[in-house]
């Protein structure tokens, strides 16, 4: 099966930091890997569709200023959360689709960030 | 915009059958999912449905009207390891998801 993993599990950090995730799509290439966030006990929120080699869409709402998404490769793409606030504390997860054809999404763990 | 509607809890006992409902209106359609998600993780993939009509997989079948703008996943033999999480998902064109805001599934004994 398709694995997409997902650094770090967890992590704290002071406001006004910044926090990088990683997702990478281990055993497949993935041309489009997707970011949400999810509350607690609220259903995931997509934040951005990140594209290899190009520039990631937005959905309306995200301050892509502070939400930064950069897919450098076929099987990377990182979230960096800048000048992170407690507001910004959520659970964020990625997903990967294997191909432009490829309506399956495969989700990596999951980061739970927290904001202190 | 994008509507998707599920149930916000459900309860129901080990052994026995439930049926988690989900109608949607969206700006496209390329297919509906369910997940099954335990808290504090990432989302385990269920099913996928873009024809209309009965997908069954195991214990787990799941349900789509196109014209009704309609699914159902359905769970048999209830196991205390089924209380989890079930998210509707619709995927637009694109294949963007958006998802239901989730069905707390409680199994109780």
């Known amino acids: 099966g398709a694995v997409v993993s997902q650094h770090p599990s967890r992590v704290i950090c002071k406001s006004g930091t910044s926090v990088k995730i990683e997702c990478r799509s281990l055993d497949f290439q993935a041309t489009t890997m997707f970011w949400y966030r999810q509350f607690p006990k609220k259903s995931l929120m997509l934040m951005a569709t990140s594209n290899e080699g190009s520039k990631a869409t937005y959905e309306q709402g995200v301050e892509k200023d502070k939400f930064l998404i950069n897919h450098a490769s076929l099987t990377l793409s990182t979230l960096t959360v800048t000048s992170a606030h407690p507001e910004d504390s959520s659970f964020y997860i990625c997903?990967?689709?294997?191909?432009?054809?490829?309506?399956?999404?495969?989700f990596g763990q999951g980061t739970r960030l927290t904001v202190v | 915009g994008q509507n998707i509607d599920q149930p916000t809890e459900m309860t129901a006992t080990e052994g026995a059958i439930v049926q988690i409902n989900c109608t949607y209106q969206t700006s496209g359609f390329n297919g509906l999912f369910w997940y099954q998600q335990h808290a504090g993780e990432a989302p385990t993939f269920l099913s996928y449905?873009?024809?209309?009509g009965l997908e069954e997989k195991g214990r787990f079948s799941s349900f789509l009207s196109r014209s009704k703008g309609y699914s159902y996943l359905l769970l048999k033999e209830l196991q205390m390891k089924d209380s989890a999480s079930y998210l509707c998902a619709v995927a637009l064109y694109g294949n963007k998801l958006v998802f239901g805001a989730g069905t707390i599934l409680r199994v109780k004994s």
């Open positions: 449905n873009v024809l209309d």
């Open positions: 997903s990967a689709l294997r191909g432009a054809r490829d309506t399956e999404a495969f």
